[in-house]
Structure formats: structure tokens, C-alpha cells
């Protein structure tokens, strides 16, 4: 699963673009203990490498925790083990081996819901193939990572994805969500919408089951698109790639149907 390196990301804007002004403050004196010299090289490689060689590593300390190293790159700081595999950033666990967010694993795991107990007869039903592999999904026409999604599951076979039109991103995502679903062909309509871009012409004034969908996504603590639900119940907030997808659609799928 993709993990969040927003702090990095922050770094990397602020000394590429040199976004902001900075207020130099008085230099003050580092108190931090350095790390030993082998444990400092060994998590400062790894993490430099876990980047792909875009950040340095200035300085690997002690922390009041044993075997837990403070990795400082410009001004963030990260916590690392002793064994450089792991690192904490903000608040996330991440196995830098596997660039897996234990983190976000554990939370998908706590959210499952019963699949069967969703209301299926407010969301539009596509099927390609046999429809074995089964999926709810949450999107917001006005959401980027919906559309590269919606781009992978095109290629996807044998699977029924029961869509919640969710318009929670924009001041036009329910105007554009209204004018899909009244449109003749509503599940081609928003494939369209959500593909191209295109927004049916219409006046979307047709009854819609979005404010539904809506209490429904509050009752679920979905606060984000995309949001997916597979067939065991298991949850996935936000956008996995292909392999990382398509091998959780293959652990969390079943065969019955609906």
C-alpha cells in the first residue's frame, strides 16, 4: 500500500520551489546525543535509500526509548529502530522494507464493516464477467485519485463494483454527481464523468439517493474518496496501484453474489 511521506513531500517543496518566507531564529545548541557510529551509518543509509537517495540524513540520535534512534533530515524529525526497517512519520508506522503503512493496515482492519449489510439498491451495479470479485466504492466525480482508479479497474475482470456516488470534495461535486444519475444510462453516465470528465447535459433534476449515500457515509466515518470496501468487509482509504490492489481484491474477494 502506497504510505503517506507528506512531511517529506513538505520538505522537498520548500527547498525546491523555496515556498513561504522563513524567519531565521538565534542558532541554539543541540543537546540530542548522537547515536554509535554503526547504528547511525546503518538507519542513515536506510533511510537515504528509502527515499530513493532524494533527502540526507544529518544526524542519527538517542531517544529516551531504547532501540528507537530521532532521524533528522533538514528540520523534520522521523523515529527509526534499531534494526533500520521501521519508521515512524507522523504518527504512521512504515516497514521501509516493504513500504507497507502497518499503520493504515491496522486502521483498514479496526474499520471493516459486514459487506452484506450495505445498502446495495442505492449504489449503481456494474458488472464485467462473471462479477465473482466484489467491491463498494465511495467516489466524488471531482476526485483525481478516483479517476486514476476508475482507470485501473477498467482493466480489472470478473468484478462487481457497487458505486456510492459520494459528493463531499467541491461546491459542484453534487451538481455533477445529480446530473449522472439522472441521465438515461446513469452507470455509463458517471463511468464518462468519472473517465473523461464529461458531465452529462441535463438539468439533474431527478430524485437522487445522495443524501442517503451521504448519512450513510458519515455513519461509516468516511471522510475521504476513493474509499472501497471489498466482499471480506476489509477498508481502503485512498488510492493503492495496481499490484497493491489488485493483490487485496484478491485476499478480500468472495464468490457469493448479490
Not at 128 to 146: K, M
Request: charged share 25%; glycine share 6%; proline share 5%.
Amino acid at each position: 500500500m502506497l504510505f503517506p511521506i507528506s512531511a517529506l513531500r513538505r520538505l522537498l517543496a520548500g527547498l525546491v520551489l523555496g515556498l513561504g518566507c522563513i524567519a531565521l531564529a538565534p542558532a541554539m545548541a543541540d543537546s540530542a546525543t548522537p547515536a554509535p557510529a554503526a547504528v547511525a551509518s546503518r538507519i542513515g543509509k536506510a533511510v537515504e535509500a528509502w527515499t530513493g537517495g532524494r533527502y540526507q540524513v544529518e544526524s542519527v540520535n538517542l531517544t529516551p526509548v531504547k532501540g528507537l534512534y530521532e532521524v533528522r533530515i533538514f528540520n523534520d524529525l522521523f523515529y527509526v529502530d534499531e534494526a533500520a526497517r521501521h519508521i515512524m512519520i507522523e504518527g504512521e508506522l512504515i516497514d521501509m522494507q516493504s513500504s507497507r503503512n502497518i499503520t493504515r493496515d491496522r486502521l483498514d482492519e479496526i474499520l471493516a464493516i459486514d459487506f452484506s449489510s450495505l445498502p446495495f439498491d442505492l449504489a449503481l451495479k456494474q458488472v464485467v464477467g462473471n462479477g465473482s470479485r466484489r467491491i463498494a466504492l465511495f467516489e466524488d466525480p471531482n476526485c483525481g485519485y478516483c479517476r486514476k482508479l476508475r482507470a485501473d479497474l477498467a482493466r480489472l475482470d470478473d468484478v462487481t463494483i457497487y458505486t456510492f456516488v459520494y459528493p463531499i470534495l467541491a461546491a459542484d461535486s453534487e451538481t455533477k454527481a445529480r446530473k449522472a444519475w439522472c441521465a438515461p444510462d446513469r452507470v455509463k453516465a458517471w463511468v464518462d464523468l468519472m473517465m473523461t470528465g464529461t458531465v452529462p447535459r441535463n438539468e439533474g433534476a431527478c430524485d437522487t439517493p445522495i443524501a442517503r449515500i451521504r448519512d450513510l457515509g458519515m455513519e461509516l466515518g468516511i471522510t475521504a474518496t476513493p474509499t472501497i470496501f471489498f466482499a471480506s468487509g476489509r477498508r481502503l482509504q485512498g488510492y493503492a496501484p495496481p499490484d497493491a490492489f489488485g493483490k487485496l481484491l484478491a485476499e478480500n474477494s468472495s464468490v457469493v453474489k448479490r
